[in-house]
Structure formats: C-alpha cells, structure tokens
C-alpha cells in the first residue's frame, strides 16, 4: 500500500465514520440481540444435547477409539490423506505451521489497497478454498466410523487374537481386509509380510510416532494379537 | 535528590465534581437571581429536606469523586458515542458475540471448577457429582462443553468476515494478528479442557493429542514431555492440563481481548468495503490517526459533513 493509497483510505473512513450514526445505542442494539441468540444457542445444546460422561479413563481397556473434539478433525484427518510414515511430520506440525504463520502474517504480504472481495480474486479464491477444504476435512472426520467388528475369516486358532484387535481399538486408525478406517496407521492387511511378530509386538508396546501405547494390555492378549496379525501375509 | 515543597493545590486547578446544577425551586444555592414566589424557600428547609438533598446528590457526588480520581468519563462517553461507520451491518456484531461466548465460557468454567477436583482419581467422580447432584449441574457443564463451539464457530465466522471484507489490511494490521493468536489459544484451551472429565474418550484423545506434537521438528518431543508431565499421561498430565486450562490460557486470552477491543476503538471498525463514500470537493480532513506522519494540519470536516457532494471518477479507487 502505497503512502497515498493509505492517505486516501483514512480520508474515505473518516467521511465514512461522519455518516455514521453512534455506537450506543446503535451498533450496541445488534450486539445485545446476538448476545441473547449466542446464549439462548448454547443453552438449548446444552438441554437438548446435554454432556454425559463417557465409561471412565482407564489405561488398561483400550476398546475406546480415541476421537478428538470435532473441530480438531480437520487436523486428524490431515493424517489420513498423507499416510507415508516419514511424511507424518508434515501432516502432523508441519503444513498446520505453516498455515498458521500464512495466516499470522497475512496483512503483512496482502499489502493492496483493495478491499472488495469480487476485487481480489487470489484472495477470495484461496479462502474459500481453504474453507472448503476444511469442510471437507471435518466431514469426512465426522463420518469416518469408529469399527469394533473385524469380518476377516480366519483360522480357528486365530479367532482369539482377531477378537483382541476388534476390541482394542486398533481400527480406528487401521485399515484390515474390509474393516477399519485407512489412516493414520499403516494398513495391516498384509503386516506380516512387512515386519516380524517381533515388531508387531514392540510397536504395540511402545506405540511409535502418534500410536498410542497398548503396554497396558494382559501379556496373554497380546501375545494373541501378534499371532494374528503376524499370520498376514 | 532535591526536596520540593509541598505546594498547596489551589482551589481552581481541581476539576469541578459531576455536580448536576440545583433546579430553580428545589433548593441550594439558586445562582442568579430566585424569582419573587422563591422567597419562601429558606424557611421551608427542615433538617429533613436537607437530609434528603443530600441523599439525592449523593450517588452524582460519589460518581463524581471516582472521576476525579478515574479521568474516564471522558474515554467513557467517548467510547459510547464514537460513530460506527455507514453501512455497519450484523455482520459486524460477531466479534462482541464471540467475546460474549468467551464471558459465558469464563462463567461457566468458575461455577464448574467450584465442584470439580483435578486429581486423576477424583476427575471423574467429580464431573458425575456435577452431573447428576449439583442443582442445575448438568445445565452448566453442558453449556461450557457446548459452548466451546460455539466460540470455535463464532472465531471462524468473525475471521471469515474480516478476510472477505479485507479489513485486516492498513491500519488494523496488528489486530488481525492478535486475533490470530487469540484463535491459537481458543484451541489450546480446547484441547486441554478436552481432557478434564477424563473418561475414556478425553483419555486416548489426549494420548494421540500429545503424541502428534511428539512429532514435530526439534521441539516436538520436548513439548510432548511437557505436555504429559511424565512417562504416562496421568495424574500430573491432568493437573498440568488443568493449570493452563484454568489460569495460564484464561489470563492471556483476558490480555489480548483487552488489547484487540482496545485497538477496535481506537481505529474504529471497517466499513464494509463496497460501500462508498460520496467524495467531497474539498480536500478531507486528515485523520487525527495519520495527522502528524503527513504534516498536514486538521481541516474542519463540517464542511463537507452537511451537503456530501458527488462523487468524482473515484469508482476503480481503493476503499
């Protein structure tokens, strides 16, 4: 913005501002009325859709799928459409980083004069665009199941473990066979054809990168887990 | 050090108190001359009257004693009275209705934290004892889970407004990025008050919740420790999560409202940006904000403020 466009701005917002008409009771009117809208708004969710408590925190039962606020979702979904591992760091700090110093620093390298979206058309583009695309993310968020049931047929002796990972969680973030969502995790269809039990085992234990940890499990049911999942190949 | 004398403040230097002036007829001290029929007002003055006059200026008299002392009439009447620009629509009541959402926010989490116990043994049972036993308990803890968003959805449509309308651009620059960290903290909040009832859901979320910021560059395993306060997300997590839910967050969220709502009316709120004023012949006044940067002296604006005159090939111009 050049000194003179900036000098014409002020000029036409002080005549802009003579025209006005005061703050109270004017503008102080429409802003009482959405106060009363936001709270009468909250109050009837909060009646209508009131704030049961969930089964108790309990770090050994892991049949609860973790599922953040909805407008995180946007955020967890992120995870989801990039799934390479060495990518994770981009989805996960990574591009929410560099969006929120874009937006920080917004007025710093929009420096035009114009100020009528039809008149700024990057402008106007990429917001709605980003809009739209976190819509879109939030959607799929908010529809994106939270499965306990695995329908693989598998053998007898596995059918224990198979219980285990429809219990634990695990297709929350896993895909397997037809069952669970594709991301965060990697896909386990086929896991033991890419690591050992041995693996299996420390990832479940440990929980690398955003998985959690499932130490807390009875030895015995993992050790039914790895021998399910180690049988895919 | 040199010692001053105390200087006895003359009579006139202190501003005159908020005093309304005593109407002809009801008593004090009638300036000028008192009509011929007010003759008789000394003799009706009782001890009673006299109490009651002072009852009567009393609540001027003490509104006037903290202005002497405040100064803020001024900045007050000032703030009340400042002209919004033409064209001000609803539109432009999402920010006091976001603050609104934060006041509701604040009140509901004071009446919450009155009953709730930060421990992770007690978490729980706390939050089922303000559910089901505390009068009107379940009311006040559903409007602070929903009405967190309803804050998230009013930031954004606030936001949304002031990008549309481009009116982050000169001279709001500075509360376009106050506002920016004022969303970063509305989401801290949100994700720390995520864990408090500590139920299984708030539980795993928050594991995942850390562990995402575990993987970020450099700082990303420091700030996970941080977060979790330990090997395990647990008892510490939750009082470390209920700390910055409840005092860090709150306090500088509370400071940048100020600062933002400051900066609103100091440089007053934009027009929407297709309305156009018509553009006098006469040069405009220059704004008292750029006044002394442009070394140009005031122009008296009434001028132009009672016959706007046409406006003259400024349709491609910036607004």
């Known amino acids: ?233 | 050090m040199p010692s001053f004398p105390k200087p006895k403040i003359p009579d006139a230097v202190v501003p005159p108190p908020l005093r309304k002036p005593g109407k002809p007829g009801s008593g004090g001290t009638p300036k000028g001359q008192a009509p011929a029929d007010l003759k008789e007002t000394p003799e009706r003055k009782s001890a009673g009257d006299k109490m009651l006059e002072v009852g009567k200026e009393a609540p001027i008299d003490a509104l006037g004693w903290v202005d002497q002392r405040l100064a803020a009439s001024g900045f007050l009447t000032g703030m009340l009275f400042r002209k919004v620009p033409k064209g001000t629509n609803w539109f432009y009541t999402l920010g006091s209705a976001t603050l609104f959402a934060f006041i509701v926010q604040a009140t509901t989490g004071v009446f919450l934290a009155m009953f709730y116990t930060p421990s992770a043994t007690q978490a729980y049972s706390s939050i089922a004892h303000i559910n089901n036993e505390v009068p009107l308990g379940q009311l006040v803890h559903g409007m602070h889970k929903w009405g967190s968003s309803v804050m998230v959805i009013l930031i954004f449509l606030h936001m949304g407004r002031t990008f549309f309308f481009g009116a982050y651009k000169y001279p709001r620059e500075l509360n376009w990025v106050i506002g920016v960290v004022l969303l970063i903290l509305t989401m801290t909040m949100a994700f720390t008050g995520y864990l408090l009832p500590f139920d299984q859901r708030s539980f795993w979320a928050s594991i995942v919740g850390i562990n995402i910021n575990g993987t970020g560059p450099v700082v990303g395993p420091y700030l996970s420790d941080f977060l979790r306060a330990g090997p395990e997300l647990g008892a510490t997590t939750l009082s470390r999560f209920y700390a910055i839910h409840m005092l860090l967050v709150p306090g500088a969220i509370i400071a940048l409202i100020g600062a933002h709502m400051y900066l609103v009316v100091k440089l007053g709120t934009t027009a929407p940006p297709w309305v156009k004023a018509e553009r006098p012949k006469v040069a405009a006044p220059v704004s008292q904000l750029d006044a002394g940067a442009n070394g140009n002296g005031r122009v008296n604006g009434n001028r132009v403020n009672g016959a706007p005159v046409d406006g003259e090939g400024n349709g491609g111009s910036a607004l």
């Not at chain 1, 802003?31 to 209508?48: C, E, Q």
């Not at chain 1, 969930?54 to 606020?69: I, M, Q």
């Not at chain 1, 560099?98 to 009528?116: A, N, Q, S």
């Not at chain 1, 695990?170 to 050992?196: D, F, Q, V, Y």
Request: contains cysteine.
């Open chain 1, 1 to 233: 913005m050049k000194p003179q466009d900036k000098q014409k701005y002020l000029e036409e917002y002080e005549f802009l501002k003579k025209k006005g008409k005061p703050f109270f009771p004017y503008a102080v009117m429409k802003d009482s009325v959405m106060a009363l809208i936001v709270v009468a708004v909250i109050i009837a969710m909060s009646v209508i859709l009131g704030a049961e408590q969930g089964p108790k925190a309990d770090p050994t039962s892991t049949t609860y799928v973790p599922r953040p606020e909805w407008y995180f979702f946007f955020l967890f979904e992120l995870l989801r459409v990039i799934k390479p591992p060495e990518l994770v760091p981009i989805a996960t700090i990574g591009i929410p980083t560099i969006c929120m110093v874009l937006l920080l620093l917004l007025p710093f390298y929009d420096r035009g004069p114009e100020r009528r979206p039809e008149r700024r058309p990057i402008a106007t583009t990429a917001g709605i665009i980003t809009i739209i695309a976190m819509a879109y993310l939030t959607y799929l968020g908010a529809t994106g199941g939270a499965p306990t049931e695995v329908e693989m047929q598998v053998s007898k002796k596995y059918e224990a473990g198979k219980e285990v990972v429809a219990g634990a969680g695990c297709l929350a973030c896993h895909k397997l066979g037809e069952n669970g969502n594709n991301g965060p995790g990697p896909e386990l269809t086929h896991i033991a054809s890419r690591i050992p039990r041995a693996a299996i085992i420390r990832s479940v234990e440990i929980g690398p990168g955003i998985m959690p940890s499932f130490r807390e499990l009875p030895p015995q049911k993992i050790e039914q887990l790895a021998d399910f999942l180690s049988s895919l190949d």
